[in-house]
């Protein structure tokens, strides 16, 4: 008896059997993308200076981020939007080539885009709390001009406080052990 050894080839790559896995259905790349999104557009305001101008942070465009994010956690759910977004989907002809109405037939992932976006709008909250304590301004100071900390009153406290617990119920809702507790 001989035996031979036979090497097999390499499986080559086949992005069909990556975008055909179960957590890469339409619904986790919508929640990616607006997560992807998110993150491009905080690099890119960070390398360009938009964050930190004069060694200060620049809320508003965290604050726009935050809005846009929370707008479209909140408007991807109007029941307008959604018959829009059926009936769009249900419009296209059956002469179409079956690859454009199967992606059109999962019109109800457009979910991600709802959790995508009330899931990344406390994101900016953080930001701007790790902007505040962590980042060195030129020759070392860690406060604009006048060099010392600027006094934290009760309405900053009581804000960041009620801002993180907030987003913290955002964030635990996501799981269903806390969902039928809560309704």
Request: charged content about 15%.
């Amino acid at each position: 008896m001989t035996l031979e050894i036979t090497e097999t080839p390499q499986a080559s790559f086949n992005l069909r059997r990556i975008t055909r896995h179960p957590l890469a259905m339409e619904y986790h790349r919508l929640y990616a993308l607006v997560a992807i999104v998110n993150f491009v557009l905080a690099v890119i305001w960070w390398r360009d200076g938009s964050l930190m101008q004069n060694g200060v942070a620049n809320l508003e465009f965290l604050a726009n981020m935050a809005l846009i994010n929370f707008s479209l956690g909140i408007l991807i759910r109007q029941q307008r939007l959604v018959n829009f977004l059926f009936w769009l989907a249900t419009r296209i002809p059956t002469s179409s080539p079956l690859w454009i109405r199967w992606r059109a037939a999962k019109v109800f992932h457009f979910g991600g885009l709802h959790c995508g976006g009330n899931t990344s709008h406390p994101c900016a909250p953080a930001i701007i709390t790790c902007l505040r304590r962590h980042i060195a301004l030129p020759a070392g100071r860690f406060w604009p001009s006048s060099g010392r900390r600027p006094s934290r009153s009760s309405t900053i406290r009581g804000s960041r406080f009620f801002s993180s617990r907030l987003s913290g119920h955002f964030v635990s809702s996501r799981f269903r052990s806390f969902r039928p507790g809560s309704h």
